[in-house]
């Protein structure tokens, strides 16, 4: 467009007010749309060689966007979240912000990654930590490594937390419901995290950390044979330390209907931000061999007593790995 008492080789720089907040206005919303999309797109990626509008201007009316539909904004945003509630966007902001977390703070290692396999399986791993710090860590290694999502199970407790159930659900956390477990490992072949200890786990105080509390009735053993996909133990060290539990207030935590309140040592350091924060334990985890069940898949029943003796195996073989690593660490701190 030409202003008055100019000729049409004038540079950007002399369009008129009007035509650098239209060019502005059209930006912007190519922005609102890419970020809709998970395209990184800048201003000066939208404006090209036009800039925003600067200094005072006369008065001009912005130029009335085109209607566009609705409907088509609420299935780019659905288009994100798949049927679980995870966010691949999501996903990305929160691996940029942890993984110097993960490199720098908890320098974590692994040993034997190549042990998990290309097909669904379900891991299985120790759990520490007031508020927990393995599932994480062992999310974010199996994704950065490995390249494939992890579907972490855990107490719909942490659904009911503002905000942390929705992170949580958005990030890959699902409740540990056995339907929900069957269909990512039977029917789309997903690697799927549990933690067999449950509260119990986190709740252990530093005096205890290290020792394994019961897995249950075995219930993941059940799931993996009727899903017919092994079991892969993950022993880990590091998490105890990160946030040791020091000693817990039951009576509390009954009244909050909370399973535990934990008293830290963070907390003492730090006050209440040691909520927020962890000590820079060095973590190694360490990938067993997985099981197999030589039982056909998709029954309705299998034997109790066989489903039991499974998972004490496999608890052992945990805590027989957790003894082998904490003998071999020079360091909390260094490992």
């Known amino acids: 467009?030409?202003?008055?008492?100019?000729?049409?080789?004038?540079?950007?720089?002399?369009?008129?007010?009007?035509?650098?907040?239209?060019?502005?206005?059209?930006?912007?919303?190519?922005?609102?749309?890419?970020?809709?999309l998970n395209l990184e797109v800048t201003l000066e990626d939208a404006l090209g060689p036009?800039?925003?509008?600067?200094?005072?201007?006369?008065?001009?009316?912005?130029?009335?966007?085109?209607?566009?539909?609705?409907?088509?904004?609420?299935?780019?945003?659905?288009?994100?979240?798949?049927?679980?509630?995870?966010?691949?966007?999501?996903?990305?902001?929160?691996?940029?912000?942890?993984?110097?977390?993960?490199?720098?703070w908890f320098r974590v290692e692994w040993e034997g990654l190549e042990k998990i396999p290309s097909g669904g399986a379900l891991l299985v791993a120790n759990h520490a930590a007031a508020i927990p710090s393995d599932a994480p860590v062992i999310m974010h290694g199996i994704e950065t490594e490995l390249n494939r999502p992890v579907y972490g199970l855990a107490d719909n407790f942490f659904r009911t937390i503002p905000v942390v159930g929705t992170l949580w659900n958005r990030l890959g956390g699902l409740p540990a419901h056995p339907d929900n477990a069957y269909r990512l490992l039977r029917e789309q072949d997903q690697l799927v995290l549990v933690f067999p200890e449950g509260t119990k786990g986190p709740s252990k105080t530093y005096n205890e950390r290290y020792q394994l509390r019961r897995f249950g009735r075995g219930g993941f053993v059940e799931i993996a044979m009727r899903a017919g996909v092994p079991v892969v133990p993950i022993a880990v060290v590091g998490a105890e330390e990160s946030m040791p539990t020091l000693f817990r207030v039951p009576s509390v935590a009954r009244a909050l209907g909370v399973p535990y309140l934990p008293v830290t040592a963070n907390m003492l350091v730090a006050g209440p931000l040691g909520l927020l924060t962890y000590f820079p334990a060095k973590f190694k985890l360490k990938v067993l061999?997985?099981?197999?069940?030589?039982v056909p898949a998709d029954r309705d029943r299998y034997s109790r007593s066989r489903v039991m003796d499974e998972s004490e195996a496999i608890r052992d073989r945990i805590q027989s790995a957790l003894y082998t690593m904490l003998r071999e660490r020079r360091s909390v701190w260094f490992g």
């Open 50 to 104: 036009a800039r925003a509008p600067t200094g005072h201007g006369e008065l001009v009316r912005l130029p009335q966007e085109e209607p566009r539909n609705p409907d088509e904004l609420d299935e780019r945003r659905r288009s994100d979240v798949n049927e679980w509630g995870r966010s691949e966007h999501m996903r990305e902001i929160a691996r940029r912000v942890y993984d110097p977390i993960y490199k720098r």
């Open 1 to 36: 467009m030409e202003q008055e008492g100019s000729d049409s080789t004038d540079s950007p720089k002399s369009q008129s007010p009007s035509d650098r907040l239209r060019e502005l206005a059209a930006a912007s919303r190519q922005i609102e749309e890419a970020e809709l």
């Open 289 to 294: 061999d997985p099981v197999y069940f030589d």
